[in-house]
């Protein structure tokens, strides 16, 4: 994992039940709301000697960028592990079931008084982690629901400081997203951003739209010295958008994107996005005519300029969606670890 940031860690993953073999990250799957889930963590020892007595326990947090330890955690259950060999490993796993939609970010933290915390943990999860190889964070969206297009992805801002800071947000997707037909746009809200143009509206590779928000024109990009009171926490919305096929060959597009926080120049935390989009070669009904020349993407007799599903029903379970009707305009947004948020406006 060198290189990567704390927050993407391999050793915690999700399967929508507990009756499933344990598997490893490569079989992580989107939790369901509404019905028991399970939180599986790898637990490895490093050392020589066996280790025996230790814990590990799970928690949950609604993704944010700054968390604070422990304020903002709910402990989702502990687990009691067996001696574990030297060099050796063993699975943990613990019933969850998620209070709700949204995005939730997840911690495995090892108690052992064998191999105890090498540095006293402080409210900044970033920097526990960094020090302490007991703890392991997983934050990553995908958004693997091609057919579901959602819209707003939402993200809580913290200055978990007592006292006002200015944070910094960064913004980077690999590839060539943002230049083949990919936009990403950035709602702080009314009063934050007012508060930025007010300090200077200090940023890179940003224009603002529609009065207070801010799109993002290349990559890397940041919206920069926004001022935050002292333990101050906002709601931020991040949109990624794909509204037809993007200019590229292939018919499942792959993007890796982040969103991370910093406060004064430190780096406090972050969401990772795993972005499918449509390339030039999808054709979505198999109709033999592509996406980018189909005025019925789905082939449901309805033109896609007037059919609220343009790419046809819902993969994903109702109960992980939430849809709403602006005027002429239906947006779908859909929530929880391993969601992003792509909308397609065919």
Not at 111 to 140: H, L
Not at 178 to 204: C, M, N, S, V, Y
Not at 296 to 314: A, F, V, Y
Request: charge should be negative; glycine fraction near 10%; hydrophobic fraction near 35%.
């Amino acid at each position: 994992m060198t290189g990567q940031p704390m927050w993407v860690s391999r050793g915690i993953w999700v399967h929508q039940d507990c009756v499933q073999p344990d598997g490893n990250y490569l079989t992580h799957q989107n939790p369901y709301y509404g019905q028991q889930n399970c939180v599986f963590a790898e637990i490895k020892n490093r050392g020589t000697a066996p280790v025996s007595g230790a814990k590990v326990e799970l928690w949950y947090a609604n993704a944010s960028l700054g968390l604070v330890w422990s304020n903002h955690w709910t402990l989702i259950g502990t687990v009691t592990l067996p001696t574990i060999a030297g060099g050796g490993s063993t699975i943990a796993k613990a019933p969850w079931f998620p209070p709700g939609t949204g995005h939730y970010c997840l911690i495995a933290r090892i108690i052992s008084a064998v191999d105890p915390m090498t540095t006293p943990e402080g409210p900044n999860i970033n920097a526990n982690v960094r020090a302490n190889n007991n703890i392991a964070w997983r934050n990553v969206n995908v958004a693997d629901c091609r057919h579901t297009p959602g819209n707003k992805v939402e993200v809580i801002v913290n200055n978990f400081e007592p006292a006002p800071k200015k944070l910094t947000l960064c913004f980077e997707v690999d590839g060539d997203f943002l230049a083949i037909g990919g936009e990403a746009i950035l709602h702080p809200g009314t009063t934050i951003f007012d508060r930025w143009l007010a300090a200077g509206a200090q940023g890179t590779n940003v224009e603002v739209i529609n009065g207070n928000e801010i799109r993002f024109t290349n990559s890397p990009a940041s919206m920069a010295g926004i001022p935050f009171g002292a333990n101050e926490q906002r709601i931020f919305n991040l949109t990624l958008i794909a509204d037809r096929p993007l200019q590229r060959p292939g018919t499942n597009l792959v993007f890796y994107a982040s969103l991370t926080e910093k406060i004064e120049g430190e780096l406090v935390g972050g969401v990772n996005y795993v972005i499918v989009a449509r390339g030039l070669n999808t054709d979505t009904d198999n109709d033999g005519t592509k996406d980018v020349e189909d005025t019925d993407d789905d082939g449901d007799g309805i033109p896609d300029e007037l059919d609220p599903t343009p790419l046809g029903e819902p993969d994903c379970p109702p109960a992980a969606l939430s849809i709403r009707r602006e005027g002429s305009n239906v947006e779908m947004t859909w929530s929880g670890l391993g969601y992003s948020s792509v909308r397609h406006r065919s």
